[in-house]
């Protein structure tokens, strides 16, 4: 008897001791992996992304969001200063955004690399929702989802789009890969409010998350209910899974996006609605449909996995269909979250880089779920057809050892060696024009003095060479009384000239090929303020790309 026990305490001590060495094995791989796609992410924006100019749209805003955060915090108590910032913008970016600026003074590299941290930490979630295969199954996805772009992009940005498409990827796998029938209410609980955090990274695009998590959520509960034996029969379960998934996620979605609710309504009916026509293309349907596919913003964010992942999907449906209509159905579940993710971003009207993250997270989430349940699929395959454990064994482990080596050098020669691509991605003349004009306008700005007193009001007719909220970000870091004021929203030459007039100080900036925000409209309001006898040119920046000029009113 007491050989008995010792033997299963050996045992168990020994399984324990190989679960700590798989998971910490896994989590240092995590953390090397991450740390090389930072570090080569940092070096292209450096050499030609955002941290090779001030900080540019919409970056800067939540930057100048987090510094009025920190400054307004030295007076608030934590409950204020958490309230406070539950009303912001997008309150995950302010806080990163001030975690970056707190841990790395007097440089804006800080909330960049922050995000890091979101690429480790989506990595350990995808080793989460494969856990329960081989450690070289887990390794290769480990490796081979670094190397899709989108990850490189969420380290290079400092908005809430991409990190908020990583969460949302991982909240709709963990809703389809299994059973939600069979799951606790506390599981089911601890889903819903995981659901509500990644909906809340980004607020303005709440709805549509949503939307997603919502169908994946119904169509997983509908299979499973089909395969316990018909609605009928599972009604009142599936009603009580129903109620402990909804109930947390809308409880936390009211406690994060509650507080700025009208706020953030507001804001998506002026975007989608009021300022519409300044945002679309004015593409077609079928254009619009392809382009977050095989379209340049899917070919951007994605590349050759645009392929991969397809293929992927089309080898998992081959080998469900042969082992049947349960394997099968999880296949479609999947397929059909995919499906969902991409047609949301799709059909809107209103399309950018940015609002293609939900497709994006998905499909990387999708790709995983889907090369290790193949593997699965077939090695129940080949017990069926009768091989021997030793030939089964042999054939997976060369399999698996072969996407390793696969992912392995891919991941050499397109993230260690290979070019890192930025989502925006600066010419050495667009460089030149930011760096020079920003600086130069700054210190002007620094030196003017008000007629009276007050804050001193300063337009802009562009976001180009200089983005005005980066001028504010300096302002409110000096603790200067200057307030921005962004006139690109008028439609046309006649009503921007005249809300320019409103301001103390007009930047105005000469008319360019570009697709920013409002009409190119620059070198007839500066023709107009140049006869304009009431305005008194301070400065005039030529770059060959633009020209910038300043007037003060009532010189």
């Known amino acids: 008897m007491a050989g008995q026990m010792v033997g299963t305490e050996t045992t168990a001590g020994t399984t324990d001791l190989r679960a700590w060495l798989r998971i910490s094995g896994l989590v240092i791989l995590a953390a090397c992996v991450t740390a090389i796609v930072a570090s080569r992410s940092m ?4 050499l030609h992304g955002r941290l090779s100019v001030p900080p540019l749209y919409d970056d800067v805003s939540y930057f100048r969001d987090a510094v009025r955060w920190m400054n307004a915090a030295t007076d608030q108590s934590v409950f204020a200063s958490i309230w406070s910032l539950l009303h912001h913008h997008a309150p995950f970016s302010t806080l990163v955004a ?3 600026l707190t841990l790395f003074p007097g440089s804006f590299i800080g909330p960049y690399l922050v995000h890091a941290v979101v690429v480790f930490a989506f990595l350990l979630g995808v080793v989460g929702l494969v856990w329960r295969r081989s450690v070289l199954e ?7 989802v670094p190397c899709v772009p989108v990850l490189w992009h969420t380290v290079t940005e400092a908005r809430p789009d991409l990190p908020s498409g990583l969460a949302i ?3 709709a796998g963990a809703i389809v890969h299994r059973d939600v029938l069979l799951r606790s209410a506390r599981a089911l609980a601890g889903l819903g409010a995981v659901c509500a955090l990644a909906a809340s990274i980004k607020p303005t695009s709440f709805p549509a998350a949503l939307a997603l998590l919502g169908s994946a959520f119904a169509i997983r509960l ?20 129903f109620l402990w998934f909804v109930l947390p996620l809308i409880a936390t979605t009211a406690v994060l996006i509650g ?5 953030t309504v507001t804001y998506i009916f002026t975007v989608f609605v009021g300022q519409r026509d300044l945002w679309t293309t004015g593409e077609s349907f079928r254009a619009g449909l392809l382009r977050f596919s095989i379209g340049g913003e899917g070919q951007f964010g994605l590349h050759y996995w645009l392929v991969i992942g397809p293929a992927l999907m089309g080898l998992r449906l081959l080998l469900a269909a042969i082992h049947g209509r349960n394997a099968l159905l999880d296949a479609v579940v999947l397929l059909s979250a995919v499906l969902i993710a991409y047609a949301i971003p799709s059909i809107a009207e209103i399309k950018t880089y940015y609002f293609g993250a939900m497709f994006y997270g998905v499909f990387i989430v999708a790709m995983a779920l889907n090369g290790c349940t193949s593997l699965m699929l077939a090695e129940a395959l080949l017990a069926r057809f009768g091989l021997g454990s030793d030939i089964r064994r042999i054939t997976l482990t060369a399999a698996r050892v072969l996407a390793l080596a696969f992912v392995v050098q891919l991941f050499v020669r397109h993230v260690i060696t290979g070019q890192i691509s930025t989502a925006t991605p600066l010419s050495a003349q667009q460089q030149e024009s930011i760096r020079g004009a920003t600086e130069r306008l700054w210190s002007l700005l620094r030196d003017i003095k008000p007629e009276k007193p007050g804050p001193l009001y300063v337009a802009f007719s562009s976001p180009y060479p200089v983005t005005s909220a980066t001028i504010q970000l300096y302002t409110e870091q000096a603790r200067m009384n200057l307030v921005m004021r962004n006139e690109l929203f008028h439609r046309s030459a006649q009503a921007t000239g005249d809300a320019l007039l409103r301001s103390d100080i007009l930047v105005l900036s000469s008319s360019i090929p570009h697709t920013l925000l409002g009409p ?6 500066i023709a107009r303020m140049d006869a304009d006898k009431s305005l008194c040119p301070l400065e005039t920046q030529t770059f ?4 910038l000029r300043v007037y003060r009113r009532k010189c």
Do not use: M, N, W, Y
């Not at 887990?138 to 081979?144: T, V």
């Not at 190119?520 to 309001?525: H, N, S, W």
């Open 169 to 171: 990827g991982l909240a």
């Open 520 to 525: 190119r409209v620059g070198d007839e309001l």
């Open 259 to 263: 507080p700025a609710l009208i706020e």
């Open 43 to 46: 070096e292209a924006s450096q």
């Open 544 to 547: 060959p790309d633009v020209t």
């Open 138 to 144: 887990i390794a290769a996805c480990l490796i081979a």
């Open 222 to 241: 509908l299979v499973d209910c089909s395969e316990a034996g018909g609605l009928r029969i599972s009604i009142r379960k599936a009603f009580s899974a």
């Open 98 to 100: 001030a975690i970056g």
